[in-house]
């Protein structure tokens, strides 16, 4: 049977309405500049920009590198328990007007450390907002425990010793930060320790980094998913085995653009991807820095893409079946999370 196309302001809605799982959201990267100055002003920090404008006039990246400078320097305002509860909660109150009733979301612990905020300060604001979305909204959610790649191994192994007290409230780890040059491999022993320890891993690869990088992320690393992963297409037989194995790619699409992975939307691959069979999902990776939160980048395909509603309903089952709920909720997720 043939089903009926739907025009653009229909699938808009579609996208509004339908349930769905955030898997690559960076707690850090969701700063949006109005909540940076106002932490600044809170800790007494001094900005090298004169107001919120000139702020986003600087999000004009050439790459990835150029997105993480900022990146890293707007985290500096990050200071107390509250500051990253305020971050977290304005996150959640986003993504849940978005109707994502499941988030599992990073954050990068060093960034933090470094500049002597204790690891307890930053878990404890972050899980105090994610306990409250529960609470109040039955937005559930995993928290993932991000390295810093381009430090080396063994600064992730301090960071792992500063979270152990912490173990039984972190879901998983992850690998993130500047790709090039810093393959996977170069974290075996770091994930052979934290999957010893039970933790589920993840990478970003095949982001800015060669196919190579999501072969070793699976083959060295075992991660269950691979953040981003589009440069996976480049390699045909690589392709092939993403789909028999259904490895959950978790792809950012405005993120893509912003960092010049594509020029344009209409270059993105996600329809290919779709079409091959691979386990795409929707994403929004640092939605404060790139334009935009979930829905967004989910519309900003469908503006940009011949996607249809039943690619649209993919995605988004794709999302739950992707994340790290139990069997249950993933056997019939819309009836679980039907809106009254
Ligand atoms: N950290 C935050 N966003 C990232 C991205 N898109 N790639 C790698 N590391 C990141
Ligand atoms: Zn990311």
Redesign the pocket.
Known sequence: MMTPSLSQASLFNLIDQLPKAELHV?I??TLEPELLFELAKRNQITLPYADIDALRAAYDFQH?QS??DL?YAGAAVLCSEQDFFDLTWAYLSRAHADHVVHAEI?F?PQTHTARGIPFETVYNGISRALKQAQYQWGLTSKLIL?FLRHLPEQDGFEALQQAMPYLAGLDGVGL????AGHPPHKFIRLFEHCRSLGLPVVA?AG?EGPPDYVTEALDLLHCQRID?GVRSLEDPLLVQRLIAQAVPLTV?PL?NIR?KVFNTMSDHPLKTMLNLGLKVTINS??PAYFGGYINDNFKACVAALPLTMHDIITLARNSIYASWLPDNIKKNPFATYSRP
């Open positions: 960076h850090e990267g990835l997105f993480l990146y990073f990068d991000c993130d930060s500047s790709e970003h982001e981003h950012c993120s960092l990776d640092d």
